[in-house]
């Protein structure tokens, strides 16, 4: 699990300049690379429940969940699913995934 890594800064950028060309870019592909080394764990929700969870506009939650859900298959070591698993299986989801990929 990777809080405010790599991957959260790629995802910000492109969501918050509304360019998927970004990824292109030397930039881009340095943090891509960065990213892909620290293997996060992806935690995700429907854009519903994470929109009751944080105070940014819904459009932007929405654009960071598109290019999250697209990056995270190029470097996550696996997604656990918060909103149907509680928060001990969603531990439990992160310790079993990070035991597999050593």
């Known amino acids: 699990m990777c809080d405010r890594g790599s991957l959260d800064f790629l995802v910000w950028l492109v969501s918050t300049l509304g360019s998927a060309s970004l990824l292109r870019g030397v930039c881009g592909g340095f943090l891509l690379r960065l990213a892909r080394g620290e293997g996060p764990v992806y935690l995700y929700a429907d854009l519903r429940v994470l929109a ?20 995270a298959g190029y470097v996550a070591r696996c997604s656990i699913d918060t909103e149907v698993n509680g928060p001990l299986d969603v531990a439990r989801g992160v310790l079993e995934c990070l035991s597999r990929s050593r």
């Not at 009751?52 to 990056?71: H, K, N, W």
């Open 52 to 71: 009751g969870r944080a105070d940014v506009p819904l459009c932007f939650l929405a654009r960071e969940l598109a290019a999250y859900s697209v990056l």
